[in-house]
């Protein structure tokens, strides 16, 4: 909630209360003068400070309403019979007005992103990448080539009178889409989240890189179906503060959106997650899905050599620390990751986020590799069990004595993200658990960096073999779960 807004409405429930109570008394009808002008005085500086929002538009009117109550009428009304009854009328129906407008500022908040809890101020900037050696298979046109958005944040050096960018870069283009397909199979209209334009990041956009260190450990993160490179940025954000330089690939057409720099939008497209095919076209359809993703993390490494020789424009070059490439995923992103840490050398760790193994080939499953792994998975997801808990625990067994398989109690699988900060409701439907929103945020934050500070720079943190001592909602998953 933005900070205007809070003393906004404390004035305005005084005035509805007031309002009320006094038609039901039959006392003088309009509202105490000084509830109703500090109202319109915190919304004059809302207006001119800060932003208003769709959510509180109601609210908005009712306050000027009160004031001209207040000021303007308080002399032609008189409370006979008919009059009574009318403002009795009109003051209940303004003060479910008011409720009603301030449920609705609660369920879709003006969310505050967590503070990153590391030394390094945070940039950020943006890349196109075309890879013409993959044809994209997820649109008509045969001659299409993979195209691919990537973010970066890294350890930044910004002016002394930057300030941070927005959550999201390309919201007026995302915004319609990501309401389309929040809720599968309820389209939302496109103005519902209008409101995440008020959302700041912690990162600058384009600041210059700090001089803390000559070069910073490299991490890549893949988002799950349906999500975007910004869907888990408080992870993004947390590492940067540490000291890394962390690259998020929208996988175009299994992100809910991509936004191109000429302002073409790939959208997504959910034939590429076949629901209704036969067990084996669905199968063949989820693997081709996990190797787009691991093909997008592929072909990021390769441009990061090439960006760190200075082969292509970026304040990064010469500063990537390449003997020192991490990996971390949510759900298909993290299938995708877990394909890239068996097959390319040069991934020294990684983390797969309610890993979603099922789409990962089973030549690949049986793969014996000895790098660090943690699978951090949600309670929703033990409980769940089946075929991706089978296979993933047998992947695991294959992974040497660095495999690590912990549990974020009370978390559903979209505790990984920022979902469970843009409504409350997602909760009560089931879709998010019952740990704070924040607290699981933090958490997780803190197990990544803490992850690969161990392993990326022989840092431990916390004790890998027994990491509810530091935080006890972190619970080695039991044996054969």
């Not at 103005?191 to 991490?219: K, T, W």
């Not at 408080?234 to 175009?252: K, T």
């Not at 027994?466 to 779960?481: A, D, F, R």
Request: proline share 8%; with cysteine; net charge negative.
């Amino acid at each position: 909630m933005l900070f205007w807004e809070l003393p906004f409405l404390l004035f305005l429930v005084i005035a509805a209360f007031a309002y009320t109570a006094n038609t039901a008394y039959r006392n003088d009808p309009p509202v105490p003068r000084w509830a109703a002008l500090l109202a319109v005085l915190c919304l004059a500086i809302l207006w001119l400070r800060e932003e208003l929002r769709w959510q509180l538009y109601p609210a908005y009117l009712l306050a000027l309403l009160y004031f001209v109550l207040s000021f303007i009428a308080r002399n032609y009304l008189r409370l006979r019979r008919a009059s009574w009854v009318a403002h009795t009328a009109l003051a209940k129906t303004m003060s479910i007005i008011v409720c009603f407008s301030i449920l609705l500022a609660w369920t879709l908040p003006v969310m505050d992103l967590p503070v990153p809890t590391g030394p390094h101020a945070i940039g950020t900037a943006s890349y196109y990448f075309q890879d013409t050696a993959r044809k994209e298979i997820y649109t008509a046109d045969p001659d299409d080539t993979r195209e691919v958005m990537v973010q970066v944040w890294y350890p930044a050096a910004p002016d002394a009178d930057a300030a941070p960018g927005p959550y999201l870069q390309d919201l007026p283009a995302l915004a319609p889409i990501i309401t389309q397909n929040l809720v599968p199979g309820r389209a939302m209209p496109g103005f519902m989240l209008d409101h995440l334009a008020l959302v700041a990041s912690n990162a600058y956009p384009d600041a210059p890189i700090s001089g803390d260190h000559e070069r910073f450990p490299v991490l890549i993160y893949s988002h799950g179906w349906t999500g975007f490179r910004n869907v888990a940025v408080d992870e993004c954000e947390a590492l940067a503060s540490h000291g890394y330089i962390v690259f998020a690939p929208d996988h175009s057409y299994g992100a809910m959106g991509t936004v191109f720099p000429d302002g073409r939008v790939a959208a997504l497209n959910r034939k590429a997650m076949p629901p209704d095919e036969p067990a084996d076209a669905r199968q063949a359809g989820i693997e081709l899905l996990v190797d787009t993703y691991a093909g997008d993390v592929r072909m990021l490494i390769d441009l990061l050599y090439r960006m760190h020789a200075g082969e292509m424009d970026s304040p990064l070059a010469g500063r990537l620390d390449l003997d020192r490439i991490g990996l971390f995923g949510h759900s298909t992103g993290g299938g995708a990751i877990t394909e890239v840490y068996l097959t390319d050398p040069r991934v020294k760790a990684a983390v797969g986020l309610d890993p979603w193994v099922v789409p990962v080939s089973p030549e690949l499953r049986k793969v014996h590799v000895s790098k660090p792994y943690l699978a951090l998975r949600s309670e929703g997801w033990i409980e769940r069990g089946g075929e991706n808990t089978t296979i993933l625990n047998a992947m695991l067994s294959n992974f040497g004595n660095h495999a690590y398989d912990w549990y974020l109690a009370g978390s559903q699988h979209e505790d990984f993200t920022l979902l469970p900060l843009l409504s409350p409701a997602f909760g009560w439907i089931g879709r998010t658990g019952p740990i704070a929103p924040y607290r699981a945020l933090e958490v997780t934050d803190a197990t990544l960096v803490a992850f690969f500070d161990q392993f990326l720079r022989n840092d431990p943190v916390i004790d890998l073999e027994n990491p509810s001592v530091s935080y006890p909602e972190l619970i080695q998953t039991p044996e054969g779960q």
